[in-house]
């Protein structure tokens, strides 16, 4: 089996095109993106902690990712479910000001990586076009991936995050035929809207223990202990 081909921030073409994306977008930026169903419950609890994690970690440094979610059936302009705030709160995440948003073509062709909830989302992602196929995973299955990058073959810090976060993208998207999912369930990531704030809780801990070592390996920077 061969690595997958090229596409939109990845594959050989990349050092040709370090300057603009595909799109014309500027390259100093990394757009990553969060997909769920209504974009109240899961998207804002993975969005808002990717930036509380980055924050934690890199500081001002980490301005070049930028994060945003959106739903497949998004409720466009709805506040965050008041669980999800409480989820947030719980890992000291900012949850002011969210606002939910419909996914739209222009989300998918902005974003370098797109990190869904579910199998479901991530079909829906592709479907789409734009390219998005190498740089569409579940979170979970992110996490995986990346869990089977050596370090030692992703850009230091020092040249830059958004170099180190497209070679991220690269390489788990070479290695997604060959590391499988244990199940179909280990990819996921259950909705818990209309929940009590108990499964709420046990969902905002699984995101948190998938996103830890996705933020470790964008940034280099593991987690303060």
């Not at 095109?17 to 595909?22: G, K, M, R």
Request: aromatic content about 6%; charged content about 20%; some cysteine.
């Amino acid at each position: 089996m061969t690595a997958p081909g090229a596409g939109r921030g990845i594959g050989d073409g990349e050092r040709e095109a370090e300057q603009t994306t595909t799109f014309g977008f500027p390259r100093d930026t990394f757009h990553i993106l969060h997909v769920s169903t209504g974009n109240v419950c899961r998207s804002p609890i993975t969005e808002r902690l990717t930036r509380h994690f980055l924050m934690e970690r890199l500081g001002v440094l980490g301005g070049g990712l930028v994060v945003t979610s959106a739903g497949t059936w998004g409720h466009e302009g709805a506040p965050m479910e008041a669980n999800a705030e409480a989820v947030l709160a719980d890992f000291g995440a900012d949850a002011s000001g969210f606002v939910g948003r419909e996914l739209l073509d222009e989300h998918v062709i902005k974003a370098d990586l797109v990190l869904t909830a579910t199998r479901d989302h991530r079909a829906q992602v592709i479907s789409m076009g734009h390219s998005a196929g190498l740089r569409t995973f579940t979170l979970k299955e992110f996490t995986r991936l990346v869990r089977a990058i050596d370090p030692a073959t992703l850009p230091p810090l020092e040249d830059g995050v958004v170099l180190r976060a497209r070679a991220l993208v690269r390489a788990a998207a070479a290695l997604r035929g060959w590391l499988l999912a244990p199940t179909a369930e280990a990819d996921e990531v259950h909705d818990p809207y209309g929940a009590p704030l108990p499964f709420f809780r046990s969902i905002g801990d699984e995101i948190h223990e998938a996103l830890d070592p996705v933020v470790t390996a964008l940034t280099g920077v593991p987690a303060r202990t």
